[in-house]
């Protein structure tokens, strides 16, 4: 096919922080007219309506109404990644264009991260290497010590496609599991993980000495977990947050924590991200924080990049979308 027969696709930059990889890129450009949002910008009437898709790599670029307007002939917008919180599926859906994530493709890596920040905070991994890496050759104070994740209570709030992944890797930690599902509950798989459904949540705060945040950002889960919620839990329980930044009620844990209603948090998302250099949680030691990295693997980030290029071509196909986001 000649290049400029190829479906002009929208993207918002490659390479820097945030643009799609370049390797990436090179991928795309064989199969897609690539336009970047610069040169969008410099050329809107003509390169409006050439565009046909959108690869909306990790939230950006941000589409408005301002920018559907522009696109007479947008048909699909590929977002990376599973969550939908940054799009208008409504006003998507009122220019007709459809929406596709890649949701099973990071359960795994996601459920990991979680797992791993457990770790990390219970046995203060970072403060660890902290004290490893110091001058000072005297290791441990005597009050230093960690929290055991073996045979430990998890709770895990949101038992969805990641959560069951973490019940999974807990189950093999000999952990207690317990989890709260604001709708569905799923019998088999909590036979399968050994896992005690809460129909409350306050129950499973309550028990748990890891409470884990697994869910979607929608209106009901916002700030889910804010000043009341924190203060039924353990005093030695640990927060851990790999859904978003705002399911917590971030100033109300940041008082938890400086006030010790609970021990720790370790957070793969905040709000904002990142977080201003001098904001109180970066300030305190029991926090672990990484910069969304939920599905930041080489395979993952390679399988989410076929699986949006699929989608495009079965959305400007007028085929089956994979991993359509119905409305
Ligand atoms: O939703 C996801 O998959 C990631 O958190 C990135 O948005």
């Given at each position: 096919m000649e290049a400029q027969e190829l479906p002009c696709v929208l993207i918002d930059?490659?390479?820097?922080?945030?643009?799609?990889?370049e390797d990436h890129a090179e991928f795309l450009k064989e199969r897609f007219c690539l336009i970047t949002m610069k040169e969008y910008l410099e050329n809107k009437n003509f390169l409006g309506k050439k565009i046909r898709a959108i690869y909306m790599w990790?939230?950006?670029p941000v589409i408005n109404e301002e920018l559907l307007q522009s696109l007479p002939n947008l048909k699909i917008v590929a977002s990376s990644?599973?969550?939908?919180?940054?799009?208008?599926l409504s006003l998507l859906s009122s220019y007709g264009v459809k929406v596709s994530n890649t949701p099973f493709i990071v359960s795994t890596d996601t459920a990991d991260l979680g797992m791993a920040l457990m770790l990390a905070s219970s046995r203060r991994l970072v403060e660890g290497h902290q004290m490893a890496i110091?001058?000072?050759?005297?290791?441990?104070?005597?009050?230093?010590l960690g929290a055991e994740v073996s045979g430990a209570t998890l709770g895990i709030i949101g038992m969805g496609t990641i959560g069951y992944k973490v019940a999974e890797r807990a189950k093999a930690f000999e952990m207690k599991i317990l989890y709260h599902n604001r709708k569905q509950r799923n019998k088999e798989e909590e036979r399968a993980v050994g896992a005690t459904y809460c129909k409350k949540i306050d129950d499973l705060l309550q028990q748990a000495d890891f409470v884990m945040l697994v869910v979607n950002l929608t209106p009901q889960t916002h700030?889910?977990?804010?000043k009341r919620e924190l203060q039924l839990m353990k005093p030695t329980a640990i927060l851990i947050n790999i859904?978003?930044?705002?399911?917590?009620?971030q100033d109300a844990l940041v008082e938890a924590l400086q006030n010790k209603v609970i021990k720790a948090a370790a957070l793969?998302?905040?709000?904002?991200?990142?977080?201003?250099?001098?904001?109180p949680l970066l300030k305190l030691k029991n926090v672990i924080i990484t910069?969304?990295?939920?599905?930041?693997?080489v395979k993952t980030r390679h399988l989410m990049k076929e699986n949006m290029t699929e989608s495009i071509q079965a959305g400007l196909a007028g085929l089956p979308i994979p991993n359509e986001v119905l409305l």
């Open positions: 930059c490659i390479g820097g922080k945030h643009g799609v990889y990790y939230h950006k990644g599973v969550g939908i919180d940054h799009l208008d110091s001058p000072d050759t005297e290791y441990f104070p005597a009050d230093w700030k889910l977990i804010g859904s978003r930044g705002l399911v917590v009620d793969d998302v905040t709000y904002p991200e990142p977080l201003p250099r001098d904001h910069p969304h990295i939920g599905s930041a693997t």
